[in-house]
């Protein structure tokens, strides 16, 4: 193993027990509930399809390949939003799992 590589895992270990990763699926006609994330950010991918992403108020189209942050104590939802279903990736980083249904 590199040297550097090795140098630098310690800084990096303090990180790894507050990020929660997850791929989730949605059908068309189908939205997972408004959450809020008091100390969660995160942001999300979406691995195919397209979703509309509501956050504030404003809605945001997300196609494959496209990203977007969420910021900490944020109310969002995510819907389906292109003819067929909608995968999408999530990386959130938080001292503990405090997400609420809003």
């Given amino acids: ?57 404003s809605t945001s189209r997300l196609a494959r390949g496209e990203w977007k942050y969420l910021p900490a104590g944020r109310a969002h939802a995510i819907v389906p939003a292109g003819a067929g279903p909608a995968r999408y990736f999530t990386v959130s980083l938080a001292d503990g799992d405090d997400r609420r249904a809003a």
């Fill in 1 to 57: 193993m590199d040297a550097t590589l090795d140098a630098n895992v310690p800084a990096a270990l303090p990180v790894l027990p507050r990020a929660k990763m997850t791929i989730k699926e949605l059908r068309r006609g189908l939205s997972g509930p408004t959450i809020i994330t008091p100390s969660v950010e995160s942001a999300i991918y979406v691995l195919l399809g397209e979703i509309e992403l509501v956050m504030d108020g």
